[in-house]
T-cell receptor, first 119, second 117 residues
Framework: DTGVSQDPRHKITKRGQNVTFRCDPI?????LYWYRQTLGQGPEFLTY????????KSRLLSDRFSAERPKGSFSTLEIQRTEQGDSAMYLC?????????????????FGSGTRLTVV | AQKVTQAQTEISVVEKEDVTLDCVYETRDTTYYLFWYKQPPSGELVFLIRRNSFDEQNEISGRYSWNFQKSTSSFNFTITASQVVDSAVYFCALASPGGGGADGLTFGKGTHLIIQP
């Protein structure tokens, strides 16, 4: 297992276009998270999945953003009608939630991110 | 609401000096986790340490050490005998699983550490 993989590493798009990013988590991890990091800031939580269920969305996740995790494996994050303010690094992370330690983030691992530039 | 404050935006030291990165957190939860991550110029977030709220023992790992003090809500990180390869942005983060929300991490704004040769 090579860790959390994200594709593409870089994406340049014109304002108004739709973009989709992919994240492949560590195979035995059942939780998957999306974060956004703008220049000079720490990552900000967007949403997370436990298996295929999307359990929480941040207020940062506007209606133009949608995330899916079909079959509880890889996840996609789509941004529709991109705006210049969407330019950021989009980070994916995965972790393993053990039932007997409910709520314990375990082995929280980040991918290398997808850097989006909207021109 | 949770909050992590890293008051030092940038620190520059000469190689071999010791350096401490400060982290102060706020949470109403009694059970929580604290993390430190390193982000080199390549961009990936590298996990350094996780500490739960019930374990106040300080930890040392090679040149790295962490001082967790619940009384002051601080979780400071010290690098001893710094090296140029330590140059990166360091983030402190907080998670409170089961505290009424997701266990997504709340990050500070990061401290840019520059180690000069």
């Amino acid at each position: 297992d090579t860790g959390v993989s994200q594709d593409p590493r870089h994406k340049i798009t014109k304002r108004g276009q739709n973009v989709t990013f992919r994240c492949d988590p560590i195979s035995e991890h059942n939780r998957l998270y999306w974060y956004r990091q703008t220049l000079g800031q720490g990552p900000e939580f967007l949403t997370y999945f436990q298996n295929e269920a999307q359990l929480e969305k941040s207020r940062l996740l506007s209606d133009r953003f949608s995330a899916e995790r079909p079959k509880g494996s890889f996840s996609t994050l789509e941004i529709q009608r991109t705006e210049q303010g969407d330019s950021a690094m989009y980070l994916c992370a995965s972790s393993f939630l053990r039932e007997k330690h409910r709520g314990t983030p375990y082995g929280y691992t980040f991918g290398s991110g997808t850097r989006l530039t909207v021109v | 609401a949770q909050k992590v404050t890293q008051a030092q935006t940038e620190i520059s030291v000469v190689e071999k000096e010791d350096v401490t990165l400060d982290c102060v957190y706020e949470t109403r939860d009694t059970t929580y986790y604290l993390f430190w991550y390193k982000q080199p110029p390549s961009g990936e977030l590298v996990f350094l340490i996780r500490r739960n709220s019930f374990d106040e023992q300080n930890e040392i790992s090679g040149r790295y050490s962490w001082n967790f003090q619940k009384s002051t809500s601080s979780f400071n990180f010290t690098i001893t005998a710094s090296q140029v390869v330590d140059s990166a942005v360091y983030f402190c983060a907080l998670a409170s699983p089961g505290g009424g929300g997701a266990d997504g991490l709340t990050f500070g704004k990061g401290t840019h550490l520059i180690i000069q040769p």
